[in-house]
């Protein structure tokens, strides 16, 4: 097969590809920077002050978008206290709060990294053959979707389950539908396994106790979906937690569909070929009922057709 172009060659035939080649160094120290706040020793220290730690949680208008399907009243987020400032055991930060702000602020930065990341690959840059460092950097950068030295295993770890579930949807589905086949052994497949290995035991902690006896604070902070806020009421944490849960669940079980072409863009083949094959199927067996009639007399094809 012919080897995918270059990124010079991309850069002239896409002038976004061009623009991407020259933005994604400072895309992948940002991802990095925001992955970090939410690594183990960072993540505690913040979560330890009543104010910062709102910093980590999601906005109100996030909560509302998860919960609202499904959610009674008396689980729906609502709007805190008029004050200037965000007192402790608030709850979800309230609108146009400094640590609403902050939140907003960080959850806008990680969707904007996340689409930038959809759009290397989309735009096939991800597998240009001198674009390989950069794009290890990128998925490695992504919460730990690839290993590197500075992004080890406990940067995937410590997603909350609505960044993983993002970078399920934006940057591995992305990555099944566009990856070369020549490619899948060292662009897709490291990524699918590590990804896939993690997401077991993260679903299964997940959906068992929270008081797994193996490890504990592993399992607690995957049975409440990465949501360790002790200031919100006990309704809307567990509420919270669930839709994170299944939306997780939905998201890994997507990409399975896609890789398995059951879903999505590679589905369409599929689907025409299976159509296909039945149609002949029925005109094969239409053509030999036709054939057996015209074998048989004609007072005996007459009284089968009646």
């Given at each position: 097969?012919?080897?995918?172009?270059?990124?010079?060659?991309?850069?002239?035939?896409?002038?976004?590809?061009?623009?991407?080649?020259?933005?994604?160094?400072?895309?992948?120290?940002?991802?990095?920077?925001?992955?970090?706040?939410w690594?183990?020793?960072?993540?505690?220290?913040?979560?330890?002050?009543?104010?910062?730690?709102?910093?980590?949680?999601?906005?109100l208008?996030?909560?509302?978008?998860?919960?609202?399907?499904?959610?009674?009243?008396?689980?729906?987020?609502?709007?805190?206290?008029?004050?200037?400032?965000?007192?402790?055991?608030?709850?979800?930060?309230?609108?146009?709060?400094?640590?609403?702000?902050?939140?907003?602020?960080?959850?806008?930065?990680?969707?904007?990294?996340?689409?930038?990341?959809r759009?290397?690959?989309?735009?096939?840059?991800?597998?240009?053959?001198?674009a390989?460092?950069?794009t290890l950097?990128?998925?490695?950068?992504?919460g730990?979707l690839?290993?590197d030295?500075?992004?080890?295993?406990?940067?995937?770890?410590?997603?909350?389950?609505?960044?993983?579930?993002?970078?399920?949807?934006?940057?591995?589905?992305?990555?099944?539908l566009?990856?070369p086949?020549?490619?899948h052994?060292?662009?897709?497949?490291?990524?699918?396994?590590?990804?896939?290995?993690?997401?077991?035991?993260?679903?299964?902690?997940?959906?068992?106790?929270?008081?797994?006896?193996r490890?504990p604070?592993?399992?607690?902070?995957?049975?409440?979906s990465?949501?360790?806020?002790p200031?919100?009421?006990?309704?809307?944490?567990?509420?919270?937690?669930?839709?994170s849960?299944?939306?997780?669940?939905?998201?890994?079980l997507?990409?399975?569909?896609?890789?398995?072409?059951?879903?999505?863009?590679?589905?369409?083949?599929?689907?025409l070929?299976?159509?296909?094959?039945?149609?002949?199927?029925?005109?094969?067996?239409?053509?030999?009922?036709?054939?057996?009639?015209?074998?048989?007399?004609?007072a005996?094809?007459?009284?089968?057709i009646?």
């Amino acid at each position: 097969p012919e080897p995918p172009p270059g990124l010079a060659d991309l850069a002239a035939r896409d002038p976004s590809a061009a623009v991407l080649v020259r933005a994604l160094p400072p895309v992948v120290n940002l991802a990095r920077s925001l992955h970090a706040l939410w690594a183990p020793p960072i993540r505690d220290a913040l979560r330890a002050d009543p104010a910062a730690r709102l910093v980590l949680a999601p906005s109100l208008d996030e909560l509302r978008a998860k919960l609202e399907p499904n959610a009674s009243a008396a689980n729906r987020p609502e709007e805190a206290s008029p004050a200037d400032d965000e007192p402790p055991n608030l709850g979800p930060p309230r609108r146009g709060s400094r640590a609403a702000l902050w939140a907003v602020t960080l959850n806008e930065l990680r969707s904007t990294v996340y689409q930038l990341a959809r759009l290397w690959i989309e735009r096939r840059c991800a597998f240009a053959p001198d674009a390989a460092p950069l794009t290890l950097a990128l998925l490695a950068s992504c919460g730990g979707l690839a290993h590197d030295q500075e992004n080890p295993d406990a940067v995937l770890a410590s997603l909350e389950h609505r960044h993983l579930a993002s970078l399920l949807k934006h940057v591995l589905e992305p990555l099944c539908l566009r990856c070369p086949p020549s490619l899948h052994e060292t662009h897709l497949l490291p990524v699918a396994r590590r990804v896939a290995t993690h997401l077991e035991r993260r679903l299964e902690l997940s959906f068992a106790a929270a008081d797994d006896a193996r490890r504990p604070d592993e399992a607690a902070y995957y049975a409440a979906s990465g949501l360790c806020m002790p200031d919100w009421d006990p309704a809307t944490l567990a509420a919270a937690a669930d839709a994170s849960r299944r939306e997780l669940a939905r998201a890994y079980l997507d990409v399975l569909q896609v890789a398995a072409a059951t879903r999505g863009e590679l589905a369409a083949p599929v689907a025409l070929v299976l159509k296909t094959l039945d149609r002949l199927r029925d005109e094969a067996a239409a053509a030999a009922d036709a054939s057996s009639l015209a074998l048989l007399p004609p007072a005996a094809a007459t009284s089968l057709i009646l």
